[in-house]
């Protein structure tokens, strides 16, 4: 089946330490995102990518880095310097032409401990 | 600048029709959604409105949209108890990669 996928679900992070989160779809979309979700509000875009080897900022990009080396994966990288990084972090994929038909992943639970 | 709202809240009865408002302020949006999100899950697209629509009916789901006051409803009809989730409206323009979303209102559906 096509989708998704975020891994891990649940992640934990001392301070200092940086941390990768993993995303992958299999559906053939050459767009790709990442949204920060706290509670209460709704997403923010951290990062997005076009194409491959291709991205762009979003709103609050400091503190994150990403690469798209590959079609299928959008890996976001949390670092040390993200003074708040406990949060809800999602993943989506779109096809260029239906930028708002947006597929998610099932998220990942980001612990600084 | 760009930006969505929503009430944050709404409860009703099982069976009964659910209403959840937006409005937005980017009249160049040629695009508007609705998103629903369950409980530490993703958000799953659940319909969208072309702007120069009125209204888009899909099964339970009725969208209004008046383009005048920039105000945009989700309508669900015999609304069921797994319909209790966070419910994002979003928008985008044609120029732009991004989604922009509200702040999702939750909806919870009593037995």
């Known amino acids: 089946d096509g989708g998704i996928t975020q891994s891990p679900k649940y992640l934990f992070r001392k301070e200092g330490q940086n941390v990768t989160l993993s995303c992958e779809q299999n559906l053939n979309h050459d767009a790709m995102y990442w949204y920060r979700q706290d509670p209460g509000q709704g997403l923010r875009l951290i990062y997005y990518?076009?194409?491959?080897?291709?991205?762009q900022k979003g709103d609050i990009a400091e503190g994150y880095s990403v690469s798209r080396e590959k079609k299928e994966s959008f890996p976001l990288t949390v670092t040390s310097a993200q003074k708040n990084p406990t949060a809800f972090y999602l993943c989506?994929?779109?096809?260029?032409?239906?930028?708002?038909?947006?597929?998610f992943g099932q998220g990942t639970r980001l612990t600084v401990v | 600048g760009e930006d969505v709202e929503q009430s944050l809240f709404l409860s009703v009865r099982e069976g009964d029709s659910s209403v959840i408002n937006c409005t937005y302020t980017?009249?160049?949006?040629?695009?508007l959604y609705w998103y629903k999100q369950e409980p530490g899950a993703g958000l799953q697209l659940l319909t969208y409105?072309?702007?120069?629509?009125d209204m888009k009916q899909d099964q339970r789901l009725t969208v209004l949209l008046n383009k005048k006051d920039k105000h945009l409803s989700l309508r669900i009809a015999d609304t069921q108890t797994g319909d209790s989730a966070i419910y994002f409206c979003?928008?985008?323009?044609?120029?732009?990669?991004?989604?922009?979303f509200g702040s999702g209102t939750r909806l919870l559906v009593r037995p």
């Open positions: 980017d009249s160049s949006s040629t695009y």
């Open positions: 409105i072309f702007s120069n629509m």
């Open positions: 979003a928008e985008t323009e044609d120029s732009s990669y991004k989604l922009i």
């Open positions: 990518s076009q194409i491959v080897n291709d991205f």
């Open positions: 989506a994929s779109s096809m260029s032409n239906k930028r708002g038909e947006a597929f």
